[in-house]
């Protein structure tokens, strides 16, 4: 039996090698490990549909793969099993990932989290949606065991955690919570950029376009779910898709990109097909993304962006990919803010699937590289990553218990605080503290407005 589990145990790790694509070495004292595919690869329906496959055959290892790595002698020969498929394993401490054809070691992590921040031009939000503090725990551990690193999300000097409830101090779901994030304001469940009385609130997207600042929406949910909605849209009820993807049209994003096109171009009325079809550069795969860009002379319009990928595995780094697409298309003179979400989070925790929410932690630690590597060259820059709630009620594993799905205690969201990670100027203002979810959205509307002391 532990035989089989060892077995199964590197297959998954072939799995999210085979996912890394190649491997390769850069500096002869660093390895390197792709955990991306380049921007640049041959494209089209056929990567979506090898993403499934591949997710499926995830998805059918999940529990005994990961149930086999948290034992002490199958880890044991999980490691040297590692080491046995790849010469190039990573040591912990000197590599961190390679995305696409970003790549990011240890010493350049020190070094952004090291650097001068000035006033920041650019605002990042990261929401990894459901993403419970439990949840980066137990995906550190698996992160060290399975790829020899730590996480990224560690790595930051100011951190502290924030409170989700709702206005009458409920559990939130994710678009009142959205709108405490993007708004400073605490709204009811349901509401997305707007209070329970139906009083719009204007949100970070449209101070910072006020302000002259480009505007970004990366996504790997749909592009109407709760999160990107409350950044930027308004409506009474979350369900309403045909007022949230008419409402995206109207505001325009300067790049928005999620999943599903014929989701959304079926919520649009005449007029905003209209516009949709003359106004935007559209894409339907992360590659054509790239292609319309560069066919666009004028270098203005806005870009939406689609794609489809299973949220509970993201093989081929797709949210990762798509942020680095954002970051080129909106770097310029007067800065922009972008919200990236990773929803994967908060689906594997309402499906109590352990597996899932290790490998979307990762998924969104793979655009954090991304940001991470951004940030180096533009010390102008400000990031800020939370979670919009909790989901799940993961626990901690006792010494020696799996890592099974035994470990959610619910299938929904929960009131548990959520951690706060932040770099960049002023950033200090999160340390150690205890925040409200308001304050985070006030916080960022002020580095947006260039307020921040
Ligand atoms: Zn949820």
């Known amino acids: ?67 086999s790595m948290s034992t002490s002698s199958s880890h044991t020969r999980t490691t040297t099993s590692t080491t046995t498929v790849s010469t190039t394993t990573p040591k912990l401490d000197k590599q961190w990932y390679t995305q696409g054809d970003v790549q990011i070691t240890k010493a350049e992590v020190d070094a952004v989290m090291r650097q001068t921040y000035v006033k920041p031009k650019n ?23 399975c790829f020899g690193f730590g996480l990224l999300l560690n790595q930051f000097k100011n951190h502290g955690k924030a409170i989700t409830n709702n206005d009458n101090g409920g559990v939130t779901d994710s678009a009142a919570s959205a709108t405490a994030l993007a708004t400073g304001v605490k709204t009811s469940n349901e509401k997305v950029g707007m209070t329970r009385d139906g009083i719009v609130l204007k949100n970070v997207s449209e101070i910072a376009r006020e302000q002259g600042k480009k505007v970004g929406i990366v996504t790997n949910d749909q592009i109407t779910g709760a ?97 680095e697409i954002a970051l080129n298309r909106l770097d310029n003179e007067k800065g922009f803010f972008l919200m990236i979400e990773g929803a994967g989070t908060d689906k594997a925790g309402h499906q109590n699937d352990i597996f899932a929410k290790m490998s979307n932690v990762i998924t969104f630690e793979r655009a954090i590289a991304v940001v991470l590597k951004f940030m180096k060259n533009n010390p102008d820059t400000l990031l800020l990553i939370t979670s919009d709630h909790e989901c799940g009620g993961v626990q901690l594993p006792a010494k020696g218990e799996e890592l099974t799905d035994a470990l959610f205690t619910s299938t929904s969201h929960t009131s548990k605080n959520v951690r706060v990670f932040a770099l ?30």
Do not use: W
């Open 123 to 145: 605002v990042i939000v990261m929401i990894a949606d459901g993403m419970g503090p439990n949840d980066i725990i137990i995906t550190e551990k698996y992160s060290e065991e």
């Open 424 to 453: 960049g100027y002023g950033t200090e203002y999160f340390r150690g503290k205890t925040v409200d979810n308001t304050d985070i959205g006030k916080f960022t509307i002020s580095a947006v407005k260039g307020e921040l002391s």
């Open 1 to 67: 039996m532990r035989k089989l589990f060892s077995m199964i145990a590197v297959v998954l790790l072939l799995v999210f090698c085979s996912a890394c694509g190649d491997t390769t070495t850069t500096d002869s004292s660093i390895p390197t490990i792709h955990t991306g595919t380049s921007s640049s690869q041959s494209a089209s329906s056929s990567e979506d549909t090898s993403t499934v496959a591949t997710v499926t055959s995830m998805s059918t290892l999940t529990d005994a793969a990961v149930t």
């Open 227 to 323: 999160t990107p909605s409350g950044y930027t849209v308004h409506a009474h009820s979350r369900e309403s898709t045909d007022i949230l993807a008419n409402s995206f049209v109207d505001f325009a994003p300067d790049v928005l990109i999620g999943q599903n096109f014929a989701n959304f171009i079926i919520n649009l009325d005449a007029e905003r097909q209209d516009k949709f079809k003359n106004n935007f550069l559209t894409a339907t795969t992360i590659p054509l993304m790239a292609t319309v860009l560069d066919r666009d002379l004028t270098g203005e319009k806005p870009l939406i962006g689609f794609f489809n990928s299973d949220l509970l595995g993201d093989a081929n780094n797709m949210l990762a990919q798509c942020t």
